[in-house]
């Protein structure tokens, strides 16, 4: 079955260190989206892309990164990570504009 | 004034009861409205979508939408223990891809 994936799972890295979250649909989407969430804020959007090559900044873009050079794969970049990036994150994908949108299972993220 | 609100809860109703849960939003051109489920420690689950005026019945799950009063609503008959959890509201504006989340109500279904 078609599916979305996230790696790893939990993590926990030092303050400073480059850390990358992996994201996999095999849903061949073209909308692939990036999302915090923390208690008391919900669901904040980090980055999004529409298509291969394509990439935007959402409302917490600060200190993240992503590419996409394939349609399955849009992985996250936290370039120096700080304890403020300590969350749970979530990828998702959907196929087009007003079409149903779908999420990863997580990763929750520990910065120390 | 946030885009997409939601009453944080707790909801709570007795087991086999109907809840309802409200979700405003902001935005008059908005085209598409999702609801998702989110057990705690997992990530959200989409239960329903709703794209136009009116109601929108999945098994127990019903959507309705009034687009002139800019709110969407959940109802879940038969309320279960197993539907306690975070219920959150999600709009498309017209042009974006983005899809705009409320803070979610939280449901608590007493056995």
């Not at chain 1, 873009?61 to 370039?79: A, C, F, I, K, Q």
């Not at chain 2, 709570?12 to 409200?22: D, F, K, R, T, Y």
């Amino acid at each position: 079955d078609a599916e979305i994936t996230q790696s790893p799972r939990h993590k926990i890295t030092e303050t400073g260190r480059q850390v990358t979250l992996a994201c996999h649909q095999t849903w061949n989407h073209n909308n692939m989206f990036w999302y915090r969430q923390d208690l008391g804020h919900g669901l904040r959007l980090i980055h999004y892309s529409y298509g291969v090559q394509d990439t935007n900044k959402g409302e917490v873009s600060d200190g993240y990164s992503v590419s996409r050079s394939n349609t399955e794969d849009l992985p996250l970049t936290l370039e120096s990570a700080a304890s403020s990036q300590t969350s749970v994150y979530f990828c998702a994908s959907r196929p087009g504009l007003n079409t149903e949108q779908y999420f990863g299972p997580g990763t929750r993220l520990t910065v120390t | 004034q946030k885009e997409v609100e939601q009453n944080s809860g707790p909801l709570s109703v007795p087991e086999g009861a109907i809840a309802s849960l409200n979700c405003t939003y902001s935005d008059r051109v908005s085209q598409s409205f999702f609801w998702y489920r989110q057990y705690s420690g997992k990530s959200p689950e989409l239960i329903m979508s709703i794209y136009s005026n009116g109601d929108k019945e999945d098994g127990r799950f019903t959507a309705q939408l009034n687009k002139a009063s800019q709110y969407v609503s959940l109802l879940i008959r038969d309320s279960q223990p197993s539907d306690s959890a975070t219920y959150l509201c999600a709009v498309k504006g017209d042009s974006s891809y983005k899809l705009i989340f409320g803070s979610g109500t939280r449901l608590l279904v007493r056995p």
